[in-house]
């Protein structure tokens, strides 16, 4: 069974910092795309950040550029979230997602990715 869990979240007060991990078990995902998005109350899932198979390639959205760096360690199986300059409006959700095909280009849908994590919350106060 395929399983990504996230960790990391918390509360924090605005422009302080949060590392997310997201561990995977049940299969490898060293040939494959991973990201991350965020829900908040009352709005619809977003992207925020995702990463090629190899790390060379990553994409963010435009409200998070210059703040939140993605990385991976592939001997882990894991994907990262490094979040700096939080802000208040950074709370939300976070998910974890990986693409199931090999070798592609990071994407921003969400609908491109099959594996999910349950998520972890994010907290920022102002």
């Known amino acids: 069974q395929v399983q990504l869990v996230e960790s990391g979240g918390g509360l924090v007060q605005a422009g302080g910092s949060l590392s997310l991990s997201c561990s995977a078990s049940?299969?490898?995902?060293?040939?494959?795309?991973m990201g991350w998005f965020r829900q908040a109350p009352g709005k619809e899932r977003e992207f925020v950040a995702a990463?090629?198979?190899?790390?060379?390639?990553?994409g963010y959205a435009d409200s998070v550029k210059g703040r939140f760096t993605i990385s991976r360690d592939n001997a882990k199986n894991t994907v990262y979230l490094q979040m700096n300059s939080l802000r208040p409006e950074d709370t939300a959700i976070y998910y974890c997602?990986?693409?199931?095909?090999?070798?592609?280009?990071?994407?921003?849908?969400?609908?491109?990715?099959?594996?999910w994590g349950q998520g972890t919350q994010v907290t920022v106060s102002s």
């Open positions: 997602a990986a693409d199931s095909v090999w070798h592609v280009p990071v994407k921003a849908q969400d609908r491109a990715y099959e594996y």
């Open positions: 990463i090629n198979w190899s790390g060379g390639s990553t």
């Open positions: 049940g299969r490898r995902f060293n040939n494959n795309a």
